[in-house]
């Protein structure tokens, strides 16, 4: 399992740096310091390997656990936006995840797993009496999904993610009076401390 996680690694280096069509295997097996064979014995592709870095882009995120619900949410898109700086596989995730000229065309896996992840926070939070009475956890969770798509692709372009945090706090200042009850809007905080 280490090769298979070298092979992610470093193929997350090169995606990231030049997408999927400017990626090379050859330049992914230098970067690895690994040979061929290695690769075709965990992957039959370069698409299979794309498709890794893909689903596991969130693995070796440190998310918020406590507490649960919408101040979770809240604090897992933050934690997402601060990631995005500096986190090379989540990044190479999010850019082969988002690019409609390679895998994105056919596979939406990773939306459909971060929109499952934030359907469970929403869940809780109607346990908790978060949620106001007409909103629908699992079209929120793909509302939310879609929405911080956009705002980091329009912080990527713009800024290169240096104002995705600040983008974030904006998007829920919008977000959480539609969708938060009354009493939970109080006590919800959406900055980034």
Same mark, same amino acid.
């Given at each position: 399992m280490k090769t298979r996680a070298t092979l992610i690694r470093a193929a997350a280096e090169v995606f990231d740096q030049v997408g %999927?069509?400017?990626a090379g295997i050859n330049r992914i097996l230098s970067n690895a310091g690994l $040979? +061929?064979?290695a690769m075709y014995f965990h992957f039959k592709s370069k698409e299979d390997l794309a498709r890794a870095v893909m #689903?596991?882009?969130a693995s070796d995120l440190r998310l918020?656990?406590?507490p649960l619900g919408l101040q979770q949410l809240v604090d897992v898109t933050l934690t997402l936006a601060v990631e995005l700086q +500096?986190? $090379?596989l989540l990044r190479a995730g999010v850019r082969l995840a988002v690019d409609q000229s390679g895998l994105a065309q056919s596979d939406d896996s990773a939306y459909d797993w971060w929109a499952e992840r934030f359907h469970g926070e929403l869940v809780v939070a109607r346990e908790r009496g978060e949620l106001r009475e007409s909103v629908d956890e699992r079209e929120f969770a793909q509302v939310l999904v879609v929405a911080f798509t956009g705002t980091q692709l329009k912080s990527q372009i713009s800024a290169g993610w240096s104002d995705l945090p600040e983008r974030v706090v904006s998007l829920w200042r %919008? #977000? #959480?009076p539609g969708v938060a009850s009354a009493e939970a809007l109080e006590h919800i905080r959406i900055d980034r401390a």
């Open positions: %999927y069509h400017g $040979t +061929s064979g #689903l596991e882009q918020p656990e406590e +500096s986190n $090379t %919008y #977000l #959480l």
